[in-house]
């Protein structure tokens, strides 16, 4: 749709059985002084062909027609495009119908007999503004319900810490959404503390985006939890989470990585259970590495021995968990991404810095790379995790 101006021109389909009437609403129109171009339809029938084919600015209808009468045209029109205003034409005596017609979504309407050129021009002209305004203010509030739903996902998506007291524990967390096409992802984590004081650390990634990979995402994050809160460890709730995303996931190509750490009150050894989840970095001591230890395949592929590994995690050091949105950025011409070797040398020009402001400039430095690449393409989610209250000397 669009108001003319510097010459522009509007299509205007009038709908109109009586052809005398229709050569007064032509007349009209040529007196008003705007460009705009007249398509006469006798019938509801006629004007349903002419939307089909070439979709005009704006509707000018007659409340009664031969093959349609009252709100029934301006219901078949909306059938036809919704998004087409309409002013209808309406006798002396039917000016109630006509206010129904508006109030069932007609922009305007005008009585045959009381219209001169400037009365059409201006119905015409404010008939296309309010329907345009109308739709702008669906769209705006169709955006605002998909973000507070999107808010909700995330708040599931991304929990609190259930954490004891002196968890032994320092943990950072950052999610950071790409937003490139307004959809969720699906990456999670979580992190919760057994009574015997073990921290358990999980990030996951669901493939795609969109609020089916988000809802499932949750229902995989929830999960994790419950089964270890129930015992289970290592390949046993690994095999518990794939059979839980195959009787929810929305179709059967979806899948999901997943990286689960149990990291227990003493000694320097961490568990490590990873289902096709990317590896991790191990900073600190002015020194980053990337540990992937051995795994099985991601879930929902096909089954797998996903055999627990042990990692070393000396003192003073963090392991950063993190998702491939970190390293699967463009950064350079075509398509060339960051990947892991890019990431591990960018971590290593930060390695100086303590955990919390190591995980931001990290991911700032990867969003400023992209940015000239349109920006990174996936989420981020990154979780560092490192013991406290230990000899560190």
């Keep these: 749709m669009h108001v003319p101006d510097d010459g522009g021109h509007l299509s205007l389909l009038l709908v109109e059985d009586d052809r ?38 704006c509707v000018l209808l007659d409340l009664h027609l031969h093959d349609t009468d009252g709100i029934a045209g301006l219901a078949r029109i909306a059938e036809r495009d919704a998004t087409i205003p309409v002013v209808v034409l309406t ?30 021009r201006r119905a015409v002209l ?35 810490p259930l954490l004891l007291d002196d968890p032994g524990v320092d943990i950072v967390t950052q999610y950071r959404p790409s937003r490139q096409n307004a959809l969720l992802g699906g990456d999670f984590y979580d992190f919760v503390q057994t009574p015997d004081r073990t ?30 809160f129930a015992g289970l460890r290592g390949a046993d709730r690994m095999r518990q989470l794939e059979r839980i995303l195959r009787a929810e996931r929305a179709g059967k190509g979806i899948f999901a990585t997943v990286l689960s750490l149990a990291i227990p009150p003493e000694g320097s050894l961490v568990t490590a259970v990873r289902a096709g989840h990317p590896g991790m970095l191990l900073h600190g001591r002015g020194t980053v590495e990337w540990v992937e230890p051995a795994g099985g395949p991601a879930l929902g592929l096909h089954a797998g021995d996903w055999t627990p590994q042990q990692v070393e995690l000396p003192p003073g050091a963090g392991l950063v968990l993190l998702t491939d949105g970190l390293f ?32 931001e400039a990290l991911i700032t ?26 000899d560190e000397s």
């Design 126 to 160: 404010y008939a296309i503004e309010r329907k345009r305004a109308e739709l702008t203010a669906v769209d705006l509030h169709a955006t605002q319900l998909r973000e507070r739903e999107n808010a909700r996902l995330e708040r599931g998506l991304l929990p609190s």
């Design 91 to 120: 006798g002396l005596n039917d000016e109630h119908v006509a206010s129904v017609a508006v109030a069932s979504g007609a922009q305007d309407y005008l009585v045959k007999g009381r219209v001169d050129p400037e009365t059409l």
């Design 20 to 57: 005398a009437d229709a050569i007064l609403v032509e007349e009209l129109i040529a007196d008003a002084g705007v460009a705009i171009g007249v398509v006469w339809a006798e019938s509801m029938a006629k004007a349903e062909q002419v939307i089909a084919t070439a979709r005009p600015d």
């Design 199 to 228: 921290v358990h650390v999980m990030i996951g990634d669901v493939a795609g985006h969109g609020p089916d990979e988000a809802a499932l995402g949750v229902a995989l994050r929830i999960a994790w939890r419950a089964l270890t």
């Design 365 to 390: 430095s990867v969003e400023d790379r992209a940015h000239s690449h349109g920006g990174i393409a996936d989420d981020i989610a990154v979780v560092r995790v490192e013991r406290t209250g230990r």
């Design 328 to 359: 699967e950025g463009h950064v350079g011409r075509g398509n060339e991404r960051l990947g892991e070797a890019g990431l591990l040398e960018l971590a290593r020009t930060l390695a100086h810095l303590p955990g919390r402001e190591f995980v």
